[in-house]
Nanobody, 123 residues
Framework: QVQLVESGGGLVQAGGSLRLSCAAS????????MGWFRQAPGKEREFVAA????????SYADSVKDRFTISRDNAKNTVYLQMNGLKPEDPAVYYC????????????????WGQGTQVTVSS
């Protein structure tokens, strides 16, 4: 099993920034990619970004490209999501996920999921 714990959510003004963190523990050798998803009230969960552990290659949803950056710290088994230029459409519960490859995560196929962290944007 892999355990994922998110942190860093909170309230920020529109145009502001937040950095989310996701720390992985347990059988981390079984995962090859990590990513972020989000779910707003009344909406389906959607893919945000993913990164492969090995080569650091990334995938992004079009809605966040050029505003959000995903990165990883292999030594700490931690992945980050730097969110800049937050918009009114960005508020949601953000979930961390681990899987086999960034493209499968982008397709919504995560093997392990965190509990989520709330991001709120004020106008």
């Amino acid at each position: 099993q892999v355990q994922l714990v998110e942190s860093g959510g909170g309230l920020v003004q529109a145009g502001g920034s937040l950095r989310l963190s996701c720390a992985a523990s347990g059988r981390t050798f079984s995962m090859y990619a990590m990513g972020w998803f989000r779910q707003a009230p009344g909406k389906e969960r959607e893919f945000v970004a993913a990164i492969n552990w090995g080569d650091g290659s990334t995938s992004y949803a079009d809605s966040v490209k050029d505003r959000f950056t995903i990165s990883r710290d292999n030594a700490k088994n931690t992945v980050y999501l730097q969110m800049n230029g937050l918009k009114p459409e960005d508020p949601a519960v953000y979930y961390c996920a681990a899987g086999r490859e960034r493209r499968t995560l982008a397709a919504g196929q995560g093997d392990y999921w965190g509990q989520g962290t709330q991001v709120t944007v004020s106008s």
